[in-house]
């Protein structure tokens, strides 16, 4: 999968689901990335808004804006390119992976931050997540929907 096909399967989904943006709300902001690196540093550069209390930047635009147009359309996605909690839980509720499994691995993912005892925590977390939500699983989906498109 490239990043094109990425891109075009949520280009029309929403910016705000349920589970991620409860996640990102939750415990004054703790399960976001920090402000220091990564697209909240982009966020800020680039003068969008910050608001951990509203989800914001919300992860439609950290998928499309802050990744995606980043890299080339022919970018090869993998399993291990996302290692962002946040993100891959809004890209499996934007796919509409079944909730039960999305409300696992978001409870899960914040067990994982909350116990963590080093700056890894969050990509353990993400790891998690992705456990329970197979990126081939995720992948397939994908590549099913825009194959129609």
Known sequence: MTVKDLASFYADKKEHY???DSFVKCN?????QS???GYMAYARKMGIIMDYSKA???QK???LEAYCAQKGNDFKISRGTFRCPELVLWMAEAAGIDKK???KAEEGARQIIDEGVNGRARNAAA???KELIV???LEEKIMKEISHV
């Open 28 to 32: 004054d902001g703790k399960y976001q």
């Open 35 to 37: 402000r220091k690196s």
């Open 101 to 103: 499994i999305i409300i």
């Open 61 to 63: 635009w950290h998928l």
């Open 135 to 137: 990126w081939d699983v």
């Open 18 to 20: 349920d589970i991620s």
């Open 127 to 129: 790891r998690y997540i």
């Open 56 to 58: 914001e930047p919300n």
